[in-house]
Structure formats: structure tokens, C-alpha cells
């Protein structure tokens, strides 16, 4: 039941309600929980609703992170 | 898929087990809060091929699983007066004090399945004549979208549309667990999806009150491994503090706009948790504003009464609250299975008795 899964917006109705493809499958989603919400974004998708954007830089910050994680970790680098 | 095929890379799990290996030689018992990440733990193997020095305890974050048996009750008992039930499909199995909603189905109660709380709206929207019952359960994240139904409902001058709830939070269980005798938690891997609601902050108490570091993590196996070794390093540099590795999905204040959703709607209250029993402050409910739209105020005292859960005939109040594993249980698989639940652990495809149960099969079989 607390599945999440994410999507990409593909339209924003008048109703604050969002055509969202998951995987293939689109389905309607409210808006109503989350602010800034624009066509193209990716979201996380939770019994209907939009529960928060996925944020591209962050998760490309921290795939740049777990990197020097390892990087420390193979003695490579000495921790900044 | 975007987002999800990345976190599933075989190759990227050897290089973080690899830096796992070496900073797991004390033991370290970690609780993985949600139930999520319990059914991912197992779908993925991951409590196998990590050292043995770490051990998962699940929570109790299953919102199926804790919601007490008389809300079940309740929702049969309005079923049986005429109200159609909306539910989402994890709660026709649970069983009530007597049945489940399944069963009471099976005898003419009509009950639906929804997807979403607005799909419950919308039923009662197309059945104007019919008093419609959303059985709504959940942790923060499901709340404010149940909360958001109510909210159109009022929008959309619904007159037989309410609410039988079951909201629960999750800081005040972890106070409970951390409460009790002889806690065995080192540290946390905290809800990833509670935390985009309520962001990372609400978390803070549990290093600082009480010395336990989290990681709040996402749902992919590789998230869950990038958590582990988080808590790792942060033993190893003697660190204690709350991190987020699900950075793609949770700020730190969360969501401002759901958060005034919930406070709109809901308040705090002392709510039952099956398996563990009353916690004090530890649900949300109905605001009395909204009573027309709250089933419990709407059809008292026609309702079976709220009463003192009690944890039932195995150790099921022991596995809820991560102080015992599902295979101690006599009955784990034997009697008690997904089809026939003998407790809350076995209900929910995110129970821990039930993850294990489809999962480990085999794997149990093999190794015995
Ligand atoms: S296996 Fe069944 S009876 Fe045993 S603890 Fe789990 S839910 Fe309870």
C-alpha cells in the first residue's frame, strides 16, 4: 500500500490534476500536495497524489558522493 | 525505468558491499522502519549477502498491519447497515475481531477497492443516494492524501462521503520502542517516503535524545546498501547523526504544502496500534470542523466502541515491535500465512511475517 513509484508529467490540467507516465502507464495524479510541479518534471507517485519532485541535481550530487565514498574507501583519496 | 533501473545495478551492489566488508566487524542492529524497505530487505536478499555482524530488527511502520482490529469491526458494521466501503486492497484481508472485509464481501457487503483516496470520492460522487465509507489508513505519507480527499469532498458538497481512519506517526512509535526494556536498536534506517512529507528534521531527537544515528534512505536495494554503509562510516568516524541518502526525493523541511494539509484537517491524538496497544499523541484525527466527514463522529454510537488491542495469541506484538524475528513464531507459515493471517505481521505484502513468507521459502527450506 506505500508503494511509491516515479514518473514523468506528460500535461497539467485546470484541475491541478496531472497526466503522469509510470512505466508506461499513464495515469491521472493530484498536484494538490506538492508546489512547482512543471511538464517534464519527474515525481513520486503515491495512491494518486504527487508526493514530491525528484530532484535531478541532488541525485546526481549524490551518485557524485557515493563515488568518493568509494574512492576513500580503495585508499585512492585521502577524505577532504 | 527512470529512477529505478539505475538502484538495481549488480555490479555498483559488489563495489558498495565491498566497501561495506570492513567497517562491519562490530555487530550493528539496525531497525529499517517502514515496511517498504522490510519487503525490500527480503525481495532483494539483502539480508544474505550482507555481513553477518548486521542484522535488520523490522518496525512497525506497516500502516496495514498496526491499524487496531475494531476499525475492521467498524467498517463491517457500516457495510452491514448499507454504506459501500472503499479501502484500499491490502485491508480486505485483515482480519477483524470476527472477519475480514473480504469475508464480509463474500456474505453481500459492498465493499471496493480503490487505488486512491479521490477514486473514494468520486464513488460517492456517482452513488448519491448511498452513504460512502472511506476506510483510510497510513503513516504521513498516505495521510495527507486522505486528508486532501476530505477536502474535496467538502469542495464538492459530498453529503455521504466520510472518513473511518486509522492515521499514525511515526516519531512517537520510535520514542515507544526506545522506551521500552531492553531495546536491542544501534541505529536506523529511516522512512523514505514519511520523510518527503516530513522531511529530515523530525528526526533529529533520535541522535540527540537518545544516541541512535538514521540514515533515511530510498527503496532500491542499492539505496538501502548506500544506507548501511552510511551507518558504517558514521560509527567509524564517531559520528551519531540524522543523514539523508534519499536525497532525490526528501528536503529537509519536507513538504510545506502537504504538512498544511495535514494540520489543516487533522489533529493530534492517543491512537491504538495493534500489537503494540495506546500510545499517547502518536495519531492523527478528524478535526472536530470536519465531523460531517469523519465516519467515527458521523455514526456513533451505531459503531462496535473502540477498545484496548490486545497482541495477540503468538508473538505477534513482539515481531510488530522488532524484538523478535517471524521464524521464532510457532505458527510462521504453519497455520499463519498471507492467505490466512493469524496477526498483523502476516497481512500486508510490507510485514515483516509476510515479506519473509514469500521471499525465503525455499531459502529457509534450503538451508535447514
Ligand atoms: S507468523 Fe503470524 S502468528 Fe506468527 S507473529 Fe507473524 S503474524 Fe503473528
Known sequence: MCLAV???????????????????VRRKVCLDLVDGVRVQDY???????????????????????????FALSRGEAEPS | MKYVDEYRDPEEAQRLLEAIRPLAGEPLRIMEICGGHTHAIYRSGLDQVLPESIRFLHGPGCPVCVTPAVRIDQAIALAK??????????????????????QASARGADVR??????????????????????????????????????LHARELDLENFSVLGSHVLVPPVLRYLLDAPGTEIDAFIGPGHVSTIVGSQDYAFLPEEYGKPVVIAGFEPLDLLEAVLLLLRQRAEG??????????????????????????????????????????????????????????????????????????EYICGAVIQGAKAPVECPAFGLGCTPEHPFGPGMVSSEGACAALFRYRQNAREARA
Not at chain 2, 466527514?293 to 484496548?308: I, K, T
Request: with cysteine; net charge negative; aromatic share 6%.
Open chain 2, 239 to 312: 559520528r551519531c547523526s540524522v543523514e539523508v541518502q534519499y536525497r532525490r526525493a526528501v528536503r529537509p523541511e519536507g513538504s510545506p504544502k502537504a504538512r498544511a494539509v495535514l494540520e489543516e484537517v487533522f489533529e493530534l491524538q492517543d491512537q491504538d496500534w495493534r500489537g503494540i496497544g495506546r500510545i499517547p499523541r502518536s495519531g492523527l484525527g478528524i478535526r472536530p470542523g470536519f465531523a460531517p466527514f469523519d465516519a467515527l463522529s458521523r455514526y456513533q454510537p451505531d459503531l462496535p466502541q473502540d477498545v484496548a488491542e490486545d497482541a495477540g
Open chain 2, 113 to 150: 477497492i480503490v487505488y486512491g483516496s479521490l477514486d473514494a470520492v468520486e464513488i460517492a460522487r456517482k452513488n448519491p443516494g448511498r452513504d460512502v465509507v472511506f476506510l483510510a489508513v497510513g503513516f504521513e505519507t498516505t495521510a495527507p492524501a486522505n486528508a486532501c480527499a476530505i
Open chain 1, 6 to 24: 516515479p514518473g514523468q508529467v506528460i500535461e497539467i490540467g485546470e484541475d491541478n490534476m496531472a497526466l503522469v507516465d509510470l512505466a508506461g
Open chain 2, 81 to 102: 447497515r448499507g454504506c459501500i466501503v472503499a479501502t484500499f486492497g491490502d485491508m480486505l484481508r485483515v482480519p477483524g475481531s470476527h472477519e475480514s472485509l473480504r
Open chain 1, 43 to 69: 515525481v513520486l507517485v503515491h495512491v494518486g497524489f504527487a508526493l514530491q519532485r525528484i530532484d535531478e541535481e541532488e541525485a546526481r550530487r549524490a551518485r557524485q558522493q557515493l563515488e568518493a565514498m
